[in-house]
């Protein structure tokens, strides 16, 4: 059941802002498929470590999304219970599998930023502004205990992106978009600062996509290879997207994709845009 509060805050939200918000949602997904080079991922130039999908792929699924977004963003204003967000994505992922013949290509991302658009509905509709730490708060106070009561670790030791999401997307706002604000704070462009950013959350996410491909060793080389990167001077290095493309060869040459990864990546990328 919806409170009267919750009702007329979704009433006081414009179509426009709802709209926006989510549409910002589908083209920060773009930002993350555009991105090249990114070990062992799908983007424009090749399709990384994927037979089954290529950005033709990506780009019949962002199309089958576009409505998905705004919707979350509605369902956040009204204040909807998790059960609600979950039929509403599980349909999205009908209509993604629908689009891409079967391909997983957004998932993830339907999940988390999906979570996010809520989030920014439900500060929307209580006429709040929308930054980063008021969002991770206004996700984790929403639907917290719901999503930590349905949280799993398939993987022993390993985060999932559930529980990532329970508590709050810590790895988003303490790792991804400080590495990214930090890239551009010290000059990078826009696309090295991406890259700069995507490693630093390959080296620290529990990325089950890794372990699924790689076991348990690949995601620990990913991770490892991940800071060698950094440490080396990382994107910022004159040889930081070469050394990139090499790595995404490895990446490749081992059928290591860390689709979690540019989930994250793809998130950080709507916090800045939605967040300005």
Known sequence: MLSRSAHSGAAALPRAAINRIG?????????????YPKPGLVSFVDSGSHQDMDARTFMRSLFALRQYFPQMVWLGAVAAHFPILEQVGIAAETRMLLATEGVNTHRGAIFSLGLLCAGAGALQGEGQRLTPRALRHAVQDSWGRALGARATNRYAGLRSAGTEAALGFPLLFEVALPALQQAQAVGLDEQRARLQALFHIIAKLDDTNLVHRGGLAGLRFAQAAARDYLDAGGAAH??????????????????????GAADMLACACWLQRVCT
């Open 238 to 259: 004159p040889e930081g997207v070469n050394r990139a493309v090499e790595l995404h060869r490895v990446f490749v040459a081992r059928r290591l994709s860390p689709g």
């Open 23 to 35: 549409r910002q949602a589908v083209a920060a997904l773009h930002d993350e498929l555009a991105l």
